[in-house]
């Protein structure tokens, strides 16, 4: 499609796609930004369907529009052609613009306007490890938990309730492009999730600094090489003993060494890779 030029961030049409920085908005338009080169390349790769993985029973992700600088263009020629082969439309914008649009410090040019990709925990199909995020706040780390999900081979992030939207955007930026690989749920009750997961036939972990069971003897006693379900609290305090009481039970990832604990995103990658590894041997 021909490219349209925006120089006034007075733009109505700038106006408007700059208020999906805001949650309300994202919710209202189910609509929201994919910032940087990576985040829009995944995001046109899976909305054409060649990222190898279904993301919602065989339905792609949208991508709206793309917006970048006449310099970000240039540099990334690749996502131009895509988009437009994809009959996205590409709109060219002034520095102006993209600083208005852009939630970076140093945008790198170039954003695409997303139509939401959740799926509704019944449409999500076998489960052989997957991650619940109960009560996570910061993005950050939910991006970063997204992204580890997604690299150890995980069929499902959940999002309850009580968690942060996964369309905020440094929890997209977090996720690397993750966000548009495998399925993610958003907003259900912790209980919920945590019976769908046992319908699926998954037992189910909480992940607790000060649980009673350790990883490593978990995984040595073979409760790890089926179906798993991991869930994965609040960075500040964890989860509480009502949430607890709903899993198989608390699960604690040994330190060695003298530090006080790990922080979540870490701490989250060494449960779903031990689980992955544990699965595969198995």
Known sequence: MASHEFTS??????????????????????????EGPQ???????????????????????????????AE???????????AR???????RVSLDVMSELAQTVTP?????????????????????????????????????VLRTADAAGADVVIFTDASVDPYNGKCVRASAGSLFHLPVVVGVPVARAVDFLRDAGARVWAADGSGPSDLHTVADEGDLDGPVGWVFGNEAWGLPEETVALTDGAVSVPIYGGAESLNLATAAAVCLYTTARQQRRS
Do not use: W
């Open 39 to 69: 985040a829009v390349r995944e995001a046109l790769a899976a909305a054409a369907g060649v990222d190898g993985r279904s993301h919602h029973g065989g339905t792609a992700p949208r991508v709206v529009e793309v917006y970048a600088t």
């Open 85 to 91: 082969a994809a009959d996205v439309p590409t709109h």
């Open 9 to 34: 961030i007075r733009s109505p049409r700038i106006k408007g796609v700059r208020r999906l920085a805001k949650r309300t908005f994202r919710q209202r338009e189910r609509r929201f930004l994919a």
């Open 108 to 144: 790198q040019g170039i954003i695409a306007v997303c139509g939401f990709v959740d799926v509704p925990l019944d449409e999500v199909g076998d489960v052989r490890l997957a991650a619940v995020l109960s009560h996570v706040r910061d993005p950050g780390n939910a991006g970063t």
């Open 72 to 82: 970000a263009m240039q540099r990334h020629i690749d996502l131009v052609d895509a």
